[in-house]
């Protein structure tokens, strides 16, 4: 899937949002060998049109409010032999969202705030099945390998944004179908991990490392 004069690179744009699609739909067709082919307005209905063949790069958001998330449906559509791309766009940028998109099989992940030219050079990126990922992005990831002793696994996580959220550790492992021993197991390893002793100042500190979105 590389970009040729005859075989412009293939489009779907898929948000909940009218005004994005027509947004990114307005920027992405001023560029030359790039095309919108589609549009979808849920996650469900990407994973759908994906699916036809005609599409090289994906633009998905992370939200999609009910049904299926960005993450989910791009594990979906990486899945499939011959799927096409997957690039975020998105304005969420903590390790909470981009750890399960990344691992679902992302090529590549930016935010919605950049600049229309870094929009057109990571679609032709993911379209070499090249990783493109927003600075902000690059550094957390980059920060993770360099210091694992500050970084959350993708379980730890979820357990930790469930607290912030005003959870009880009972009502978490019915929520991740774990048992409640687990889940004091992985919050004791979050307060190892961030130096602290207490579910607030768990939250407060993973909240402004940008390990959690609140």
């Known amino acids: 899937m590389t970009e040729t004069a ?11 949002h009218p005004v994005v699609r027509a947004g990114l739909r307005a920027v ?5 060998g ?31 409010g009910r049904g299926m998330n960005g993450a989910e449906a791009t594990a979906a559509i990486t899945a499939r032999p011959g799927a096409p791309r997957v690039l975020i766009v998105t304005t969420y940028d ?5 750890l399960p998109a990344i691992e679902a099989g992302a090529t590549g992940y930016l935010l919605k705030d950049a ?21 902000t992005v690059a550094d957390r990831l980059m920060t993770r390998l360099r210091e694992p002793h500050t970084s ?3 379980r730890e996580t979820e357990v930790l944004t469930l607290v912030a959220e005003g959870l009880s550790n009972q009502h978490i492992a019915e929520r991740l179908h774990l ?5 004091k197991s992985h919050l004791a390893r979050v307060y190892t991990k961030l130096g602290v002793d207490s579910r607030t100042a768990a939250v407060a500190t993973a909240t402004a490392l940008g390990l959690i979105r609140r």
């Open 28 to 32: 992405l067709e001023t560029e030359e």
């Open 6 to 16: 005859m075989t412009p690179i293939r489009l779907l744009l898929a948000d909940d």
């Open 34 to 64: 790039i095309t919108v082919a589609a549009e979808a307005a849920t996650a469900e209905e990407a994973v759908e049109r994906a699916d036809r063949g005609d599409i090289d790069v994906v633009l998905m958001d992370l939200q999609f």
């Open 179 to 183: 048992t409640e021993g687990t889940v």
């Open 152 to 154: 959350l696994t993708r």
């Open 115 to 135: 600049p229309p030219e870094d929009l057109a050079a990571a679609v032709r990126t993911a379209a070499t099945g090249r990783t493109a990922l927003a600075p």
């Open 94 to 98: 903590t390790d909470a969202d981009t």
